[in-house]
């Protein structure tokens, strides 16, 4: 049973433009949510994340969105830099044993 | 935020062998976790290591297959144990810090099993 989804396994976005990376989750219990940028041969990077009771986070040119109703969140990339290109992983967590649980991934690509 | 590394990086072992994965944190920390990322996968938590007291293992992960030390609260390692070409995939250490929820993780274990 996958807690985490992330439906689209690639996006494609020119530079400049807007990415938007989605994320579904169905575990009510979750309480907080991160997003990971990850490059090739290197573990995943802390980007930004949000808290449950905000229903939304910005820092520089990245915000999250969350949507606790439709138990869906959204990061937003503007504009996006073709440095960006990565695999995004959602992640949520929730209770006293910090576990996370990991979406599987979207590959971004920014085209110059 | 927390520095973390990780011993190998990269390991291509014969099946039935053991290799152990070692994971070093910059600053004293009370929470360590090893996950698995398999080909095309999410990363899969295995399991949570707290110094002083024995690994909590996830669902489907068990001691004698990923035995887990934790001698002191920078260190920890990972043995993955009597290995099938089934385990390859990269293991990931991560901790905690502040109090914090967020996670930062080391780079990363690549193991290969022939």
């Known amino acids: 049973d996958q807690q985490v989804k992330q439906n689209s396994p690639s996006l494609s976005v020119q530079e400049g433009r807007i990415s938007i990376l989605n994320c579904d989750y169905t575990n009510s219990m979750f309480d907080y949510f991160l997003w990971y940028k990850k490059y090739p041969a290197e573990g995943p990077t802390f980007l930004i994340s949000?808290?449950?009771?905000?229903d939304k986070n910005e820092d520089g040119r990245f915000t999250v969105f969350l949507n606790k109703s439709a138990k869906h969140l959204s990061l937003h990339i503007v504009p996006s830099q073709p440095g960006d290109s990565a695999v995004y992983f959602c992640a949520a967590g929730g209770g006293s044993n910090y576990k996370l649980t990991f979406g599987k991934g979207t590959l971004l690509t920014v085209n110059p | 935020s927390a520095v973390i590394s990780q011993k190998p990086s990269r390991d291509i072992c014969q099946r039935g062998t053991s290799l152990t994965i070692q994971c070093q944190v910059d600053s004293q920390v009370t929470m360590m976790f090893w996950y698995r990322q398999q080909p095309g996968q999410s990363l899969t938590l295995i399991a949570t290591?707290?110094?002083?007291?024995?690994?909590?293992?996830e669902s489907g992960f068990v001691i004698d297959k990923f035995p887990i030390s934790r001698p002191n609260l920078t260190f920890s390692t990972l043995t993955v144990s009597n290995m099938s070409p089934e385990d390859s995939s990269i293991y990931l250490c991560s901790t905690r810090t502040g109090g914090l929820e967020t996670q930062y993780f080391g780079p990363g274990t690549r193991l290969l099993v022939l």
């Open positions: 290591a707290n110094q002083g007291s024995e690994a909590t293992y």
């Open positions: 949000i808290s449950s009771i905000k």
